[in-house]
């Protein structure tokens, strides 16, 4: 079997780009055709600014903390349509649902102690991709691991 050369960036990627930023964010919304309302914005500009990973109840509580009007049933329904359109990150938990500002593929470590979830990049070697690939018979475009464990240093609280 001829081999093919090996594409090590992914440049080519017919894919839309990665959503970097929130001018991204709102771009690609503009770019879909999805309507940039006030309380749509609000949502955005809160998840690329506390970078976490949030529970609808926690982003209304934040919004309305900052004075922003915004009701119960208009953060759910943007926080739909925006992880729909794969313009936000969506994390399906036994206790609901987290939002993060990240929508690309990208890893996460879990903390034990206070239940964080921070965003990391990580790339494995390609000689254990092609070890799976071989395994499986399955050509990997993407990947997330989710890592767990304590903190090295206890939080202070
Ligand atoms: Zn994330």
Known sequence: MESLPIVMSSTQSPKPSAIRSLEDAVS??????????????????????????????SIYDRLNQQGKEIGHTSVYQNLEALSDQGI?????????RLYGNISEAHSHVNCLDT?????????????????????????????????????????DL
């Open 28 to 57: 690609r919304c503009q770019g879909l055709g999805m309507r940039l309302s006030r309380q749509r914005r609000y949502i955005l500009e809160l998840l690329w600014t506390d970078r976490e990973h949030l529970s609808a109840r």
């Open 88 to 96: 936000i990150e969506c994390i399906d938990r036994a206790d609901g």
């Open 115 to 155: 239940q964080q979830i921070l965003d990391v990049h990580v790339e494995i070697p390609i000689e254990i991709l092609q070890k799976i690939e071989a395994e499986t018979g399955i050509k990997i475009t993407e990947y997330r691991i989710d890592f767990y464990g304590h903190r090295e240093v206890p939080v």
